[in-house]
């Protein structure tokens, strides 16, 4: 996979788990949830450096890759335009709760 594409931001950031390719910025976090399965996720208003993946039976959302790594780190809602990403999958800015 080539990182030729990658936006890098300056400040506090989300970066992928894997491959710290930069992903969001905290002021893009509207909420934080538990789903169904115990798992926190956190809905940005945007990402960055991640594309989205058709589903083929399910139009209502698409997987959320990381262009970096291709990384499934959550799903985008096409309804709501909200991006939802695992915690598991995202490392937090330094010096936050969310830093692991
Ligand atoms: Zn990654």
């Not at 789903?35 to 058709?54: C, K, P, S, W």
Request: net charge negative.
């Amino acid at each position: 996979m080539g990182r030729m594409f990658e936006i890098e931001f300056e400040g506090p950031f989300y970066t992928c788990i894997k491959c710290h390719t930069h992903l969001g910025l905290p002021n893009d976090i509207i909420s934080k949830e538990i789903d169904q399965f115990g798992r926190y996720e956190y809905e940005f208003t945007r990402l960055f450096n991640t594309f989205l993946g058709e589903r083929p039976f399910n139009s209502a959302v698409k997987d959320i890759f990381c262009v970096g790594c291709s990384n499934i780190i959550g799903i985008y809602g096409v309804t709501g335009g909200s991006y939802w990403v695992l915690r598991n999958e995202l490392h937090g800015p330094e010096g936050s709760d969310d830093e692991v």
